[in-house]
T-cell receptor, first 113, second 113 residues
């Protein structure tokens, strides 16, 4: 009963490097989300996927790309990391548009130096 | 655009007392869901309470209750008989028909013994 699994949990990147954050859920959820959490800024939505095959921009999409690989998996890619992308990243999933709660992964602490 | 505003960055309460956290939101929709999530230092996101917009009755979950004022677009959380374990960051969130789940910046609640 894993829920939402994010990998990696920690990562240090150099400016300009690329990486992909992986997220998988085993609850057969339709919707998946990527957030970043910074002090004083709350959780800001980067991208979301309302259902398999669709993705939409959130509040802060610049510098990121996403792929909804299948119903289970939703990855977040940083093509050229910048120090401003240092943050804690959360993946979440939910079955629908609010009839149930969203479940969150444990978070990825990313530092870009 | 959907926005969620939490005007209290920090709040404190004495153990066993009652505290109210404020949340307002902006939307043009008539049907939507509102949530309060709790994030303790472990970073885990925990659903506290959920409210459906078309339900007039305010949601309650044990010591947690909401005051939902749809016309005023206000959704406050009341915590009764506060306990040390209630100390956490609390986030208000909105989910509309486009499946986009938007969070406020959070309120850090301190519980004093």
């Amino acid at each position: 009963n894993a829920g939402v699994t994010q990998t990696p949990k920690f990562q240090v990147l150099k400016t300009g490097q690329s990486m992909t954050l992986q997220c998988a859920q085993d609850m057969n959820h339709n919707s998946m989300y990527w957030y970043r959490q910074d002090p004083g800024m709350g959780l800001r939505l980067i991208y979301y996927s309302a259902s398999e095959g669709t993705t939409d921009k959130g509040e802060v999409p610049n510098g990121y790309n996403v792929s909804r690989l299948n119903k289970r998996e939703f990855s977040l890619r940083l093509e050229s990391a910048a120090p401003s992308q240092t943050s804690v990243y959360f993946c979440a999933s939910s079955s629908g548009w609010g009839d149930t709660e969203a479940f969150f992964g444990q978070g990825t602490r990313l530092t870009v130096v | 655009a959907q926005t969620v505003t939490q005007s209290q960055p920090e709040m404190s309460v004495q153990e066993a007392e009652t505290v109210t956290l404020s949340c307002t939101y902006d939307t043009s929709e008539s049907d939507y869901y509102l949530f309060w999530y709790k994030q303790p230092p472990s970073r885990q996101m925990i659903l506290v309470i959920r409210q459906e917009a078309y339900k007039q009755q305010n949601a309650t979950e044990n010591r947690f209750s909401v005051n939902f004022q749809k016309a005023a677009k206000s959704f406050s959380l009341k915590i009764s008989d506060s306990q040390l374990g209630d100390a956490a960051m609390y986030f208000c969130a909105y989910c509309g028909s486009n499946y986009k789940l938007t969070f406020g910046k959070g309120t850090l609640l301190t519980v004093n013994p």
